[in-house]
């Protein structure tokens, strides 16, 4: 077993430590949120004082971070770089979600330094992190893939090797991007149904079973009372925050220009989201943009 070090103790990092830590590793955990380093080491992670004191004798360092200033903060850009105090031969495994230009440009400073860098954001929430079953999309070298595929496997069901650095954040920018849609579009045709008299469990099922199916309707559903576990089940805490996706469509409207791609319809998600978001209700989760659509609000 590995000793690796785990930065970034969120929603999802937080539960993705402590399946390492199940797995046999030692982990060497790190947040700046006190609260959420002792979440972890209940379950068996070994608290640091500081992400430098975190990567010291580990094999593999792993981060999930909020945005890509903070992963060139922590990596390149801060006072004390990560990147100039780890030992020649690390495998570094960045799982934020951040643009692909930023996931470029740190695989190539780690590789002047001697590091092993991949990008490898995630998919499947934080219900996917808890139980193990994330999937993985992975940029980096066929080698550096499979040095850190058995890591990853510990952590999700599902692990893609979608190409070269930065092939991952490209990946994930499209998911993210349909995920919006999809959800935009599940709470406008739900609310519809509401407003016209359906009982939103029965119009649930329904298209579940018809053409309209898809993922927020099997594992999310929006409306309050529809599924048990979800964010809707407890006042959209908790989950995928509504900042998060703006951020997420913010790269993936920058990736649509660099690639000369038309988005009409992720477009209009991100104006949806971005309305939701200024309206207040950007640290809840994700789906709570049904609010919206409800004739006088909730």
Known sequence: ?????????????????????????????FDLQPEAVG?????????????????????????????????????MTGQDPLFGRMAPGTLVIDCSTIDAATAKATAQRATAHGLDFIDAPVSGGVAGAQAGTLTFIVGGSEDQFARAEPVLHQMGK??????PHGAGQMAKACNNMLLAVLMAGT????????????DPKVLSEIIKQSSGNNWALQLYNPVPGVMEQVPAARGYRGGF???????????????SRDSGSPVPMGAA???????HQVAGHGEFDFSSLFRMFRQGGE
């Open 241 to 255: 925050q509504v900042n998060l996706m703006c951020k997420d469509l913010n790269i993936a409207m920058e990736l």
């Open 269 to 275: 998600a991100k104006a949806l989201f971005n309305l």
């Open 158 to 163: 599902k692990v893609f090797h979608a190409g």
């Open 39 to 75: 979440r972890v080491a209940g379950a068996g992670g070994i608290p640091q004082a500081s992400a430098t004191e975190a990567v010291k004798h580990a094999q593999v360092v792993i981060s999930m971070l909020q945005s890509g200033r903070q992963v060139e903060a922590l990596y």
């Open 187 to 198: 709470c406008e045709a739900l609310n519809m149904g509401i407003n016209s008299g359906l």
């Open 1 to 29: 077993m590995a000793t690796i070090a785990f930065i970034g103790l969120g929603n999802m990092g937080g539960p993705m430590a402590a399946n390492l830590v199940k797995a046999g590793h030692r982990v060497q955990v």
